[in-house]
């Protein structure tokens, strides 16, 4: 039943509980959007009150995406990984840890959606996913040798860069946080939407990733 | 072990992802439903303030059984997907997005049930689900043709069908809030037990949904 | 990969669910017993505050475990069942919306142990989802056909005792709560520990539970 | 489809729910990292003040590490388990319960960092929960006979040594707590760190564990 090879780890339990991190990390963002309360006879402000909630709404919607973005990274690869070992399994404890706080960097930003701190706090924890998702995929490639030797070496290279994207915008966002928080929230608003494109990896993907 | 093709990403953890997703957004909503707090000395007074929190519990009630509907339909929808792509992955997304933002408008409505704006929100929540379900299923039944061939046509178009009653019923209740609160809030509450209904999808269902 | 029948859905995520939505009522029930906040300077008192939050515990406790039980008893159903209906799966969402409002119930009576309605309250809900499971072993072993037909009646005739213990216990305790809430208490501690004895369901489940 | 056994649960959902509490409490402690409120006009002061918030995250951090330390330990004993009981079904449900209530625990440290009661109260948690991991795995050695004959019994020593590692440490935090808050967070932070150290353990794993 288990995908299990003689040697490490099953990966079936590895998605299970990646899946349950990535699932409950992406909903327990929408607690950070506070229900406006007004006390009672003051209900007609209700609507005035709903905009002030729509700080909160975006750090949400584009956390929730830019999680998603990252499940379906992590999904690819550990699709091609044939076997797990003991360093591939902490890399994956440690890049789960960033993505469980996302809540609070994505609460914090939805809160003080002005200031560079809170900005910066958010794009930090995702450079520190991206980067560990970055370092995960090496070690598998080089090291740790966990992905299937059929795989065409480019197709890893260019999920690697596009990987990397994310935390190049995100060191971008943070610094321009310190100039301009508007515009460094438009970048961190964009990113999760520049990943809908499809790029380099989806040529290698649909050409079935194998060396020619 | 996984049900993948050799192109798109697997059927088994975009299942695993989006039945976690379902799963904490409908036991989240319970938290909406807040204990009422009294002051030392003064818990008898406690049958009298549980009252208080009937709509919350009607609020919970009623989203957790439209989020029961959703599941059932995503469900029957992925079960007879043969292949995934970028598109439809996406668009998966953004469709969990709008069911884990539920507990958000659910507790808006739990707390301000006369208040036609919340009332809209929750409406309008559950027709932005509707609407990506649906186009989910179109784009997989058209261009993205991710179904099985051998399903027959007229299954997939009663249950697009199905999945619009749900918006167009919440639109009017959207409508109606604005001159009835309480009659919008009796439409959504029969929403879920509508779907409880057997349909003409329930037909095709059973005849093994294949062309005859 | 799914155990889908033809008709009706498949039992793989009917299971996957029902089990996010017993992990996470478990998990969530731990909200409720709260850290006691003191004002800086008086953290020395905290021992002693330590002390309030027991009622609570013993709540998080005891409901922990007989959500335990009852995802034992569901597992079992599930795993004898065959195929699945649409009056299945909706009694089915019916029994998980009582599962995922245990811990309202459950932190009321943590907070208010000693009020007959905060125990009554937390009773009925576990009335409910007893009868509930028991309704949908009768519906799935009668009318709904769903069972293995090999399965030796008296199997499930046992299981449905053995399921109908708790609301019997719980129905007891409800009442009582209004003469003595701390006896009524006492009842709701012990059911949990009352499943953890083996009863007439094992000996069928060591027979093999086929007929002889 | 399930690795059941005709006697006994099945391994599948055994995992399938522990996977979840374990994703939960893991991801639920990111929500004891309270984002600091500050009053309009005063949010200049928000990187100080996300200076106090550095216990809770150090909180967070390390319970999240030991929580996936626990997960690799789980994980590793199902893997080996032939079939299970109702004995073994009970202590993972009392094991689970103690890692859904690190919540609590985790959350009071990172509360109070230098009250030794509640470094106690951490510390307990987790000697509760190492010590119920390690009585699953003599249970399911000894009298349950639960594993896979063929497993080389120096092998469950060298695991149960490795378990019973960190509720020895935890003892010693605890003691130490009351002569020094600093140095016994400092063994909390250091244990989850060893258990990353290859041990006996792995030179077993790397021998494909069966007797010689």
Redesign the interface.
Known sequence: ????T??G??K??I???S???????????????K?P??ELGH??G??RR?LDVAPRFLA??MS??IV?VH??GH??QL?YIRRTD?AY??SN?FY??AI??L??SA??MG??P??P??IT?YCLTLIVAGLLLFGQLRYAAGRGQLFDPDIDPRFIAAGGRRILMGPKIYLAAALLSFLSPSLSLLLCILTPLLY?V?GEV?RY??L?HRRS
């Open positions: 039943m288990e995908t299990t003689e040697r780890l099953s079936t339990r998605e299970a509980l899946d349950g991190i990535f699932a409950f990390a992406m909903t327990l963002l929408i607690l950070d959007v229900i309360s007004l209900e007609a209700l609507p709903l949400y919607a929730f995406l998603g499940w379906v999904h690819a699709h003991r399994i902490w404890l789960l840890m469980s706080s809540p609070f609460g914090l809160q003080y002005r200031q701190i809170a706090i809908m499809p989806d993907w649909h079935g």
